[in-house]
Structure formats: structure tokens, C-alpha cells
């Protein structure tokens, strides 16, 4: 049985995270669930909109869901600000009917409540058999040692997420079990990378960047899965300037649990667009021959 | 029939906003009206006497008052009513002050309201009866529930007062919380050595009974008058025989959980709780017991010289008569599984406070020495937390658990006497230290004995090597801060014991969300329960310290010898009853009495009716209201004058 989302992939995944746009294309092909894209969707409103005109934030969200609700669709976004916003305004309009028909003012077609907001790891984890992923593993991840990296948003806020406990989320640990890859303690999970102050903040992200790597290597870990653009730029584009500030050596890649998925499920590293992040995946224990020979 | 109608100006909370003289022209008005007036304060002495003398002077028969609330003075102006030679019951409140003055402001539109509540109040009196209350005799006996500081202080106090007192206590040994602390905030002083001659004061008491090991299984009946139902758990151990000796716990194979260590340490299949327990008796765990569980062992059985084991042991139920019903179950350390972010469970080096106070006593599982669980060292960086299951919306837990910012500040003083080269961190968001004694008490902790006081809370505990990394903010600096410690100790917040719903229910008294019993008035009546002869003592009502409990345990205690020392007691006479003729014998009345105050009775033809047991019934209205054949009143609030009460306001 096919599952069917409106995809709403937001600016990240057309631009710096390409990578996890592609593979989460891929592993969504291979578990039967039907991506829809949005189409002529818009920005959801995050960061600078939001700062300054919560309306237009919210409008700009409820544009996106009003096209998703004309295809009688759900909408799953894989960015976890993407999904924070666009659940966030649609749960302030269910909420709050005067809300509902301001932003409905400001719309070509109305808004009519009609549709859940999910995010990729929800989806993965709530709508898909975890025998399922084991029957897609072609190439087993065994011997890799995988540190989950959840960041801020991909279990906060808690009532917005409404999803796993907040300060001890599970659900990508889950999701990985069945590649066979070692999934290590890693205690930092839910730590700031600093997000958007890689911007405005270079010295605090650097510092931020430090402690998480610095954790994962001492929990032994290979390789950081993450399921957020700004968490994957903070530690992999970041980590050669982490190692020369703080005299360093990290080379700890960092893939989007996708990548991982893709890789588990047969696809190539050049599908998988594994060459685009700065700390390269070469090495992948007991699997090796996989990677560099490429499965396909 | 002759109406005085007095109208109360309460300061100015009513006349602020009522136009009072307007309502006394008003009620002069009104049918059989003969007297009307207002008065400042009529709840004042003189404004009682104006009441008596208009009564004598005027030969009223039937009073309305328009002033507060009834529940703040109905019985006030029954009183003054009787004083004065009338039935109290021929005197009706109309309540123009909460229901009108205080909630409204257009002083023209309060007072047409207020004159509609006193045309109300007028219709109804003139159709009010005389009533006569009803005596019942009373049993002088008093159960206590619950064997911890508060239970004990109000069992040796109603004993003292002349009452036999049953005590009864789910665990095997009395004492409760208070036994597992090492020392009392503000005085450290022992607790066991303050608790232990109290528990032994209990146990040769000869006016006390005490029921260890039992639990309360059923309550019914009514103030004076209780029937009390109590399960004898099986202890396996004939209690008559046992003298404590432990020779059966030495040689028991089965090491299980120990509840009075918190955890720390492990006990036997058949134990004592700790040295000093009272009774001194063992008791065998059934469900961990190797010969229970595999059929084979019953070593303690052929080690004990005293031949006190019985493994055909069962439970019993027992039944006392009692007068009055001490609830003392007091509380449980809050369970910080729920916090993730400390890693409660995960990390052995994370603990409770609870625990900290197990391994700091002499008699603990650790003999007095501080030691790290994991690896058995002595830890020298120490962090306390505060507020874990207090002052916590996002855990659901809003209250302060008031005994915990103490309890820490004695936790760093006892850790530095303990190992002098410790430093001792406490995170707060406030340190609450109201008590005699108490902030006098804190700044010892800080000045003499180093605790480093950090103001902020901790979002993340995790384990880096041998050590804990503690990340918080300090809020005075505005700063993160990260602390490596060799133990955590988590100061948990004080809950109600999980079954305190479950007791509520069979006691018939309320609890809040969280599971506290709810006093009569949170002020005026802090250890009474809205059931009559049903008090409240210690922690089960609210968090709350050693002394307070004690206060209570006392102040509980004075209540019921208060209600006890009367042969008879008075019963409402605004009771239900039922008109047999009329009842059809359908019982919904029973379905939805929340008080169990209907009884089925056989009439001569062996048809069943509905009975009210006056003396149980609170006269609440909803059998009446379940009665399909109008068969119940209310006396006082019959059909008769609702309706009268509907026609004066509607038409």
C-alpha cells in the first residue's frame, strides 16, 4: 500500500541541502511512500518573516497548506523549521477561528483546517513498518558506528512537535536499527549547533561545533546522522575551522539519516550526493566495498 | 404571617454598589411583609440584636436576611433567630453580596438585582417550615490512617484525650518518611533518635491498637458512627512468636529490592525494614520468596527457633466501630524517571535526595559512608538539584514541595562533615527557607560550611568518562555553566502516595489533580474534610515539613476529641425523605446518592422502597432531582418553594 504526502521540500533542500532533497526522494521511493510536491509552494514563513510580521509568517504557511488541501493531501516537510512553522500556523488557525479568517483575508483560496502537518522523521517512523526498512537493506551498515543528532527542533517544541519525549527522542535510532549499523549513546543529542548564528555568531557556533564533535568522538562514533540542514552546514562545513581554532582533528562526516538509508538501501554515493559535504564519507567499516565500488 | 426583612449594607461591599434603602422600600412591598430595615453590619453584635428585638417586638414569624453568602453566616442569624424564641429554619439568606454586589458595578441594574433576591427570598420563607434536628449517639473511638510523624503525634494525642485509637499502617514497621532521614533541618538533630521513642511511645500505649501491616479496605457510615473494614496482609510470620531476631534474614537466599532504602542496597524476601522498626516483627515478601516461587527452601522455617513462620499465612478482614477517622498517609519522593534530561535510572551516580539521606545515615546500606554507586568512591564534587517534580509546569507538577530547598542546604552541610574536601554546588531557582530557624539555617550552610549556591536550572545531565557533565545557566551571571561531578543528587519534589485517590474515594473526600486531600477551608479549616469526622494530618494534605505535620497530627487530633466529647450529635434536619406511597421502588435514588444514605426496605407485602438513612444523608438534592415520582423532598427545599423561589425572580 502506497502512502501519499504532499512534499513540501522548502528553501534548505533546494539550495545548501540538496543532498538530503535527493535521498529523501529515494528512500521514500523505496518504502512506497508517494511524494507530491507542492506545486508553486513558497517559503513557510521561518526566521526573518516570523521576526517581523507574524500575519505574513503565519499567510505564508497557510498558502502552502491551502495548496496541499486541494489535493487532499498531508503535508511532510523534512526540514525541521520548515515543519515547526508550517505545523505551528496550523495549529494556531485550528485553534483560534478569528486567526483563521484574518489569514484567509489575505489568501487567494481559503484555508479549510483539512490537513496534518508531519515531519519526515514522524513519517518514517509513524508510517512505515520497520520490517519494511529491513527488507529494503540490500548492503547492511554493520560495523558503523552512527551518533543520531537531533538538534533543537526535531523534538521541540514539545507541544508543537507533540512527538517522543522531547529531551530523549528515539525515533531516528529507530528508524536506523534495521541497517545494521551500531547506534552509540550519544548524550548531546539534543544540543544546540547554534543554527542561524553560524551567521551572526561564527565563534559561538565554533565553540557549539566543538562540544558535539568532541562528544561524538569520545562515544566512538564514525560517522553523525542528522535530519536537519543547519545542524548538517554547522558540523560538516564548520568542522575544518573548528579543528583550526581549537587545534583539532576531527573528521567525522556528517550524512543525513536519508544518506545512511540510501546507502543501506543499495544506492550509490554519487546518487546520494555523499561528495558534496566537506568531511567526506570514505570509509565505511565492513561495508566499504559498497561505497567506493557504488552498489549500482 | 409576619416577614422582617433586614438588609445588610456590609460596609460599603454592598452598599458600595446597592442601593439599600431603595431595597428595604422595595421588600416593605412585598406579601406579608410587616417589618423591613438596614443596618451596617448586621453580622455584628448590635446588628444581631437589631434582628431579635424587630423579632420579639414586631412578632415575626419568619426572617429574611439579604446580606453575605449563607455559607459565611446562615448560621450566624439561625442563631440569633433561636435566641430570640424563633425555628432557625424559618430564617432565609438572600445573598446580595457575592452574588450581586461584588460581581456587578452599574449600581441602578445591583440594585433591581438585589430587589429580586430578596422578593426571592421572601417567597420561599413564607413557605419554610419548622424544623427539628435529630440526635444520634456517638462512638468515642478513633482510627488513625497512616503511621508516620503525623499519624503518630495525633494517635498519642487522641490517646491521651481518653480514646481507644486503632492505627493502622500499610508498612511493616511505623515511622514513614521521617525514619529514613539522617538528620532534621534547622537543628540536625538524629531523627530516629527524636522518632523512635514517639513509635515506641505508640506501641505501649495501651489505648492504641496498632494494626501494622494492614490497610483500610472499606469505610462506611457517618461521623460518630463509622464501620470500618481492614485488610491483615499475610506476613507469613506468626507476629505473636517473632522477636525480631533476624536469624531468618541472615540465612534468607532471596536478595530483593529495598524499599525502605530507596533502592540502595538490597534486602531480603523476609526482612525488618531497619533495626528500630516498631512492631519488631518480619514479615516474608510473597512474590520474591524462593519457596513461594519455586516450591523449595523454608530455611528461615528451620532456623527459626521460635517456630513463627506460616506459609499457609492468608490475608483477613477485620472490623472496628469508630467516632472519628485521622487520615496521616502522608507522601512519596516524586519519581524523577520522568526527566530525561538527568538521566535518572541511566546514570547510577544520579540519585534522590531520599537516597542521599539513606547513604549519609549510619544505619544505611552504606553505613554512613558517602560512595558513589557506580564505582564505590567517595565523591568530591557534588551537585544538588532543587525542584525536580516542583515548581515544574512542563512536568506537571506546579507546587512547591516547601521541605526540599531545606532538606538541600542540610544535605551540603552533612556532605562537608562528611568529607571535609568537598564542594558541595546547589542549583535553585529560589531558596524557600520561611520556618523558625530556617534562613538562619541556610546562611550557616553557605558562610561555614562552603555550599556553592547557583541560581538557574540544569537542562542536561550526561555521563563524560568517570564523571557526570552538569550544563545549566546560572541566572545572576547570565552565563551557561558546566559542572563535572562525581554525584548528582536530585532534590525530589513530595507526591501523594499513588493510592491516595483509591483511600479518597472509599473515605468519601476529595483530592486536587495531583492527588493532595482537599481541606474543608484552605484558612479556617486547614485538617478538616468536607465529610464530618474525617480529618486530615501531615503531608497527604499539602507538602509540608516535620513540624508542620507534627502540628497538624496534633491540631487533627484535638478536632476529633472536640466532636468526640459529646454523647449525641446533631443531625441537619434538611435531610431527604421518601414518600412510600408514592415510590415505585426503582432505586435511582440509590444509584446516584454519592453518600450511600439510601437503604432498601421491605414493606409488609414484600414490595421494596427506598429508605434515607437521615443521619447519613447531607441533603444534597439529587435523589430528589432522580426520583421520577417526586416521591423524595428535601426538607427545606422542597418543589413547593423552588418553585416559589422560580415564580418570585420570573414573573
Not at chain 2, 526482612?271 to 516450591?295: E, N
Not at chain 2, 568537598?422 to 550552610?445: C, M, N, P, Q, W
Not at chain 2, 446518592?593 to 414490595?607: M, N, V
Amino acid at each position: 500500500m502506497t502512502i501519499k504526502y504532499a512534499y513540501y521540500p522548502g528553501c534548505s533542500l533546494e539550495s545548501l541541502a540538496r543532498e538530503y532533497n535527493v535521498s529523501t526522494r529515494l528512500v521514500c521511493q523505496d518504502l512506497d511512500i508517494e511524494l507530491v510536491e507542492i506545486p508553486d509552494w513558497n517559503c513557510c514563513g521561518a526566521a526573518p518573516a516570523c521576526q517581523v510580521d507574524h500575519m505574513l509568517s503565519s499567510a505564508l504557511s497557510a498558502r502552502n497548506l491551502a495548496l496541499a488541501e486541494s489535493f487532499k493531501l498531508n503535508v511532510m516537510a523534512p526540514c525541521p523549521k520548515c515543519f515547526n512553522r508550517l505545523k505551528e500556523a496550523d495549529l494556531e488557525m485550528k485553534d483560534n477561528p478569528d486567526h483563521l479568517r484574518e489569514i484567509n483575508n489575505l489568501l487567494e483560496k481559503p484555508y479549510h483546517k483539512g490537513v496534518q502537518v508531519k515531519s519526515l522523521l514522524q513519517v518514517l517512523y509513524q508510517d512505515v513498518d520497520r520490517e519494511l526498512i529491513s527488507c529494503r537493506v540490500k548492503i547492511p551498515l554493520e560495523g558503523l558506528r552512527v551518533a543520531c543528532y537531533y538538534g533543537c527542533m526535531n523534538a521541540r517544541p514539545a507541544d508543537i512537535n507533540d512527538f517522543q519525549n522531547p529531551e530523549d527522542p528515539t525515533s531516528m535510532e529507530e528508524i536506523l536499527a534495521p541497517l545494521g549499523a551500531e547506534l552509540v549513546d550519544y548524550p548531546l543529542k539534543t544540543y544546540c549547533c547554534g543554527a542561524a548564528f553560524g551567521l551572526a555568531r561564527v565563534d559561538l557556533v565554533l565553540r557549539l561545533a566543538n562540544e558535539l564533535l568532541e562528544m561524538a568522538t569520545l562515544v566512538g562514533a564514525d560517522v553523525i546522522a542528522v535530519a536537519c540542514p543547519l545542524c548538517q552546514q554547522n558540523l560538516d562545513l564548520r568542522q575544518l575551522q573548528v579543528n583550526a581554532r581549537y587545534g583539532t582533528r576531527y573528521n567525522i562526516p556528517i550524512l543525513y539519516l536519508t544518506q545512511l538509508m540510501g546507502l543501506a538501501f543499495g544506492h550509490s554515493s554519487k546518487e546520494l550526493w555523499l561528495d558534496k559535504h566537506f568531511v567526506k564519507f570514505r570509509k565505511l567499516p565492513g561495508a566499504t566495498q559498497a561505497v567506493s565500488s557504488g552498489a549500482r | 404571617m409576619r416577614i422582617g426583612v433586614f438588609v445588610c449594607h456590609c460596609g460599603s461591599n454592598i452598599a458600595g454598589t446597592v442601593d439599600c434603602p431603595r431595597v428595604v422600600e422595595a421588600a416593605r412591598g412585598f406579601p406579608h411583609v410587616v417589618y423591613a430595615t438596614d443596618y451596617t453590619y448586621l453580622c455584628a453584635e448590635s446588628g444581631q440584636d437589631l434582628i431579635k428585638t424587630a423579632i420579639q417586638e414586631y412578632s415575626l414569624d419568619r426572617v429574611v436576611v439579604s446580606s453575605c453568602s449563607p455559607k459565611m453566616h446562615e448560621e450566624t442569624f439561625r442563631r440569633a433567630a433561636r435566641q430570640a424564641g424563633l425555628n432557625p429554619y424559618l430564617v432565609e439568606m438572600a445573598n446580595i453580596r457575592e452574588q450581586c454586589s461584588w460581581i456587578h458595578s452599574d449600581k441602578e441594574a445591583a440594585t433591581r438585582k438585589a430587589i429580586d433576591l430578596v422578593r426571592k427570598g421572601v417567597f420561599k420563607v413564607s413557605r419554610d417550615q419548622e424544623l427539628f434536628p435529630s440526635f444520634f449517639k456517638v462512638n468515642k473511638d478513633v482510627l488513625v490512617i497512616g503511621g508516620g510523624i503525623a499519624g503518630i503525634q495525633a494517635a498519642l494525642d487522641a490517646a491521651q484525650g481518653g480514646h481507644r485509637v486503632t492505627l493502622v499502617e500499610k508498612d511493616q514497621t511505623i515511622g514513614g518518611n521521617m525514619a529514613r532521614l539522617d538528620k532534621t533541618f534547622p537543628t540536625l538533630d538524629c531523627s530516629s533518635c527524636i522518632l523512635t521513642p514517639r513509635m515506641v511511645d505508640v506501641a505501649v500505649n495501651e489505648s492504641i491498637e496498632l494494626l501494622a501491616y494492614h490497610e483500610v479496605e472499606e469505610v462506611k457510615g457517618y461521623v460518630g458512627n463509622f464501620d470500618v473494614k481492614i485488610r491483615r496482609k499475610a506476613t507469613y510470620v506468626d507476629w505473636s512468636k517473632c522477636t525480631g531476631c533476624e536469624e531468618c534474614v541472615g540465612k534468607c537466599p532471596a536478595r530483593i529490592y529495598d524499599k525502605f532504602n530507596q533502592g540502595l542496597g538490597r534486602t531480603k524476601a523476609i526482612s525488618l525494614p531497619f533495626p528500630q522498626a516498631v512492631p519488631k516483627k518480619v514479615t516474608i515478601k510473597k512474590d520474591f520468596c524462593h519457596f513461594f516461587l519455586k516450591g523449595k527452601c523454608r530455611v528461615c522455617e528451620k532456623v527459626c527457633q521460635f517456630e513463627a513462620i506460616n506459609f499457609d499465612d492468608q490475608d483477613q478482614i477485620i472490623e472496628r466501630k469508630v467516632g472519628a477517622i485521622v487520615v496521616a498517609t502522608g507522601y512519596e519522593a516524586f519519581d524523577p524517571i520522568a526527566y530525561l534530561e538527568y538521566g535518572f535510572g541511566k546514570y547510577k551516580d544520579v540519585i534522590t535526595s531520599l537516597q542521599y539521606e539513606r547513604m549519609v545515615s549510619a544505619s544505611g546500606p552504606t553505613m554512613g559512608h558517602i560512595k558513589r554507586p557506580s564505582d564505590g568512591e567517595e565523591p568530591k564534587t557534588i551537585v544538588f538539584i532543587s525542584c525536580v517534580g516542583s515548581r515544574d509546569r512542563a512536568k506537571g507538577r506546579s507546587y512547591c514541595s516547601v521541605a526540599c530547598c531545606m532538606a538541600m542546604a542540610k544535605q551540603a552541610i552533612l556532605t562537608k562533615e562528611h568529607i571535609p574536601d568537598s564542594t558541595s554546588y546547589l542549583f535553585y531557582i529560589d531558596i524557600r527557607a520561611g520556618g523558625k530557624g530556617y534562613e538562619e539555617f541556610v546562611d550557616r550552610a553557605r558562610e561555614e560550611y562552603g555550599a556553592q549556591y547557583v541560581r538557574g536550572r540544569v537542562s542536561k545531565i550526561y555521563q563524560k568518562g568517570k564523571k557526570l557533565v552538569v550544563k545549566g545557566t546560572d541566572t545572576l551571571l547570565g552565563m551557561p555553566i558546566e559542572i563535572e561531578a562525581d554525584l548528582v543528587v536530585l532534590a525530589v519534589g513530595i507526591a501523594p502516595p499513588q493510592d491516595a485517590p483509591e483511600l479518597a474515594q472509599k473515605l468519601n473526600i476529595s483530592y486536587d489533580q495531583y492527588g493532595f486531600f482537599v481541606e474543608s477551608h484552605p484558612k479556617l479549616r486547614p485538617v478538616e474534610t468536607n465529610t464530618t469526622g474525617v480529618f486530615l494530618a501531615g503531608a497527604c494534605q499539602a507538602p509540608m515539613d516535620i513540624p508542620a505535620s507534627v502540628a497538624q497530627g496534633s491540631a487533627a487530633a484535638a478536632k476529633a476529641l472536640g466532636l468526640l466529647a459529646k454523647d449525641e450529635l446533631e443531625a441537619s434536619p434538611i435531610v431527604a425523605s421518601v414518600e412510600i406511597k408514592r415510590c415505585v421502588g426503582c432505586f435511582k435514588c440509590e444509584a446516584v446518592c454519592p453518600f450511600s444514605a439510601i437503604q432498601r426496605q421491605e414493606l409488609r407485602d414484600g414490595i421494596m422502597v427506598s429508605n434515607v438513612i437521615s443521619t447519613v444523608c447531607k441533603g444534597c438534592g439529587l435523589c430528589g432531582v432522580a426520583c421520577p415520582t417526586g416521591a423524595i423532598k428535601v426538607n427545606g427545599f422542597t418543589d413547593e418553594q423552588i418553585l416559589a423561589e422560580m415564580e418570585a425572580l420570573l414573573l
